[in-house]
């Protein structure tokens, strides 16, 4: 009788996700040995945020490209541990920038294909200019949502991820702002002009990939 090979429980990582992680355990080990527990605290606590996206794809069954799921999980550890641990926020003046941009336009590509995948992909339901502005709101919801987490931390931890309060805030929100009307703006390039937008690959291959949410999308 041969038995069913279980399912793994995470999708494939890429090498560089594996090298994080390692870092990671690397880092609560010795943070324990140290007695630095609050390190220890924040590399675990990083740890197990990185496996989050690739826990829900799975648990949805929802196709992500791996670089694309590399890049949330680098960002996880960009922004906690060496923004916070490793002290890059202070170190490196533009290290909070580059990471709200880039996961601005990040949760601009995201809110866009969750808006679209309302419509089950039906070009023709909604304006792309209309699916492309709630894909704007969603990159900046979550971009306001994470300074409250950032006020909530300096005031209960002692941190300091706002650093010149409200000025690092605004200046914040006005990154995520432009981060994700290019991620959400691209997005309504792609349904206009289809081939010629930026990032027509990766929208293609998450609309192809998952034919099960935009069951009605139709290309050009």
């Known amino acids: 009788m041969r ?25 609560f080990v010795a943070g324990v040995f140290t007695g630095r527990y609050a390190s220890a605290f924040l590399a675990l606590g990083t740890f197990a945020l990185t496996l989050v996206p690739l826990v829900v794809a799975r648990r949805f069954d929802v196709y992500v490209p791996r670089r694309f799921m590399g890049a949330i999980i680098l960002f996880i550890f960009a922004t906690l541990f060496l923004g916070e641990v490793v002290d890059f926020y202070n170190r490196y003046w533009w290290w909070d920038v580059v990471l709200h941009g880039g996961s601005a336009l990040g949760f601009g590509l995201i809110g866009f294909l969750a808006v679209f995948m309302m419509f089950q ?73 289809d081939s010629d937008a930026p990032f027509a690959t990766f929208f293609r291959d998450i609309i192809t990939r998952n034919k099960r949410l935009f069951a009605k999308y139709r290309s050009k």
């Open 3 to 27: 038995f069913k090979r279980p399912r793994n429980v995470l999708p494939d990582a890429t090498f560089s996700t594996k090298i994080i992680w390692f870092l990671l355990i690397l880092a």
């Open 121 to 193: 992909g039906d070009r023709f339901a909604a304006p792309p200019l209309a699916i492309g502005v709630f894909g704007l709101c969603f990159a900046i919801s979550i971009g306001a949502l994470w300074e409250i987490f950032e006020y909530a931390m300096d005031q209960t931890f002692g941190t300091s991820m706002q650093k010149n309060g409200l000025q690092d805030t605004m200046w914040d929100l006005i990154v995520d702002t432009i981060g994700g009307l290019v991620g959400s703006g691209a997005g309504v390039i792609y349904l206009i002009r």
